[in-house]
């Protein structure tokens, strides 16, 4: 079974300061490690994965996640938030190994950034 | 939301009618997803499909249907027997190589049945 949780509902941040939305995963075997964000009432666009190499993985908007096997985390951050960050960002997984054909989601956080 | 289309945005039923959503895309992938989000629930795998005349249940099927007759058609029914119908409903694809396994997801259409 593979499983992500995001242990922030709600993370709040001044515009210009570091962000950081964290993620930690489950899976039986090797994952795959997905963010993507959502705007309100509209589907997610895909932010950046880890596949395989470097742990430190850099995708759209300026935003990067480190993949850290030993504690199973995949945060999400950026060094200096805009307020045009703020929406629902999502982490996913897929197990590696078996294949299974999916992604299972987080249950998401909201991300609001202040001028 | 490139890619993939979903259509319509708003689409309101009465209790007791099946209704179908429909996703479409362009993008020649072989695999698409059908997700429902609820508030506060993140996103909830209904059914998917890796390739034409294939489909598989998610974690939440029970009261859905689908099929996959065309790469590029993945049309979602929602019938009578879904208890709580109301939702927002999100359609996406991939590619089915493992470099590739990240989801494009359409804008979604949010259902209202009362």
């Known amino acids: 079974a593979q499983s992500v949780a995001q242990p922030e509902d709600q993370v709040n941040v001044a515009e210009g300061n570091p962000l950081t939305v964290k993620c930690t995963y489950s899976v039986s075997g090797n994952p795959y490690l997905f963010w993507y964000v959502q705007y309100p009432n509209r589907g997610l666009q895909f932010l950046l994965k880890?596949?395989?190499?470097?742990?430190l993985v850099k995708g759209s908007y300026g935003f990067e996640a480190e993949f850290n096997k030993s504690q199973t985390s995949f945060h999400l951050k950026k060094p200096s938030a805009l307020v045009s960050d703020s929406a629902l960002y999502f982490c996913a997984v897929r197990d590696r190994e078996t294949n299974a054909g999916k992604s299972t989601f987080g249950d998401g956080t909201t991300l609001t950034v202040k001028p | 939301d490139g890619g993939i289309t979903q259509s319509p945005k708003y689409l309101f039923r009465k209790e007791g009618q099946n209704v179908t959503l429909s996703c479409e895309q362009n993008?020649?992938?072989?695999?698409m997803y059908w997700y429902r989000q609820d508030p506060g629930q993140g996103l909830r795998l209904i059914y998917y499909?890796?390739?034409?005349?294939?489909?598989q249940k998610g974690d939440i099927a029970e009261g859905y249907s689908v099929s996959r007759e065309k790469k590029e058609s993945f049309p979602l029914t929602v019938t009578s027997a879904q208890k709580n119908p109301t939702a927002f409903y999100l359609c996406?694809?991939?590619?089915?190589?493992?470099?590739?396994?990240?989801?494009?997801f359409g804008p979604g259409t949010r259902l209202t049945v009362t």
């Open positions: 499909s890796q390739i034409v005349n294939d489909f």
């Open positions: 996406a694809s991939s590619e089915t190589s493992s470099s590739s396994y990240e989801q494009y």
């Open positions: 993008l020649n992938h072989d695999a």
């Open positions: 880890y596949i395989t190499g470097d742990n």
